[in-house]
């Protein structure tokens, strides 16, 4: 079975340009995660879609938004750039495994800088 | 809300040796629990989970992980490090009032002396 593919792996946007990142779940999976990480806040949850709605959101400006399309194929746009956008997004896949029971498979990421 | 701690943001030891990397959680509920590791340049790979199926959790790369519900951990071992097991960890945990609300530790990255 194919893993999270993310795409492009690598982006170097200038400041005040938006930027639309993507990622393909595993086949079956119906919810996607995004995460931003950085070394000095580490992993932070940025929102969580499931069968095209948005589940749940993290504490992130508005700038940061997502949508999923019906494959369950996700993306994630982040407008008016700032330079403390720069960070490594990692989207993570998940399918119940159980009643309650579930894990997530992550992506190779996107590094994004902003210059 | 749910959270984890990671005691220490680095652990070096010599190939070999005893791997312990610590991780402290705090959730009203009974959690989920989840042990990630990171390599250079790529995304997470799930090495062990506790969904309260059994106390011992075995994952994999030789890696286990015990929860302990009287001190709240969930520390991950293994017995003799590699060069290959160079990378960051990361501890994080879930419960299931809310499908795919994980927290994550902010990593402890393990260095392996040779």
């Known amino acids: 079975k194919a893993g999270v593919t993310q795409t492009p792996r690598y982006l170097i946007k200038t400041r005040g340009q938006q930027v639309t990142l993507s990622c393909s779940p595993i086949?079956?999976?119906?919810?996607v995660s995004w995460y931003q990480q950085t070394p000095g806040q580490g992993l932070q949850f940025l929102f969580e879609?499931?069968?095209?709605?948005?589940?749940n959101k993290g504490n992130f400006p508005g700038r940061f938004s997502g949508r999923q399309f019906s494959n369950s194929r996700s993306e994630m746009n982040v407008s008016t750039l700032e330079l403390g956008d720069s960070a490594l997004y990692l989207c993570?896949?998940?399918?119940?495994?159980?009643?309650?029971?579930?894990?997530?498979?992550f992506g190779p990421g996107t590094r994004l800088t902003v210059t | 809300a749910q959270s984890v701690t990671q005691l220490g943001s680095h652990v070096s030891v010599s190939e070999g040796a005893l791997v312990l990397l610590r991780c402290n959680y705090s959730?009203?509920?009974?959690?989920?629990l989840f042990w990630y590791v990171q390599y250079p340049n790529q995304g997470l790979q799930l090495l062990l989970k506790?969904?309260?199926?059994?106390?011992l959790v075995k994952g994999i790369n030789g890696f286990e992980a015990e929860f302990k519900k009287s001190e709240t951990s969930f520390h991950l071992t293994k017995p003799s490090a590699h060069m290959s097991d160079a990378a960051e960890y990361f501890c994080?945990?879930?419960?299931?009032?809310?499908?795919?609300?994980?927290?994550f530790g902010a990593g402890t990255r393990l260095t392996v002396k040779p």
């Open positions: 993570a896949s998940s399918a119940r495994t159980g009643t309650y029971s579930y894990e997530q498979y």
């Open positions: 086949s079956g999976h119906r919810s």
């Open positions: 879609y499931f069968s095209e709605t948005q589940r």
């Open positions: 959730s009203s509920v009974p959690p989920y």
């Open positions: 506790y969904t309260s199926a059994a106390t």
């Open positions: 994080a945990v879930s419960d299931y009032t809310s499908d795919n609300d994980m927290r």
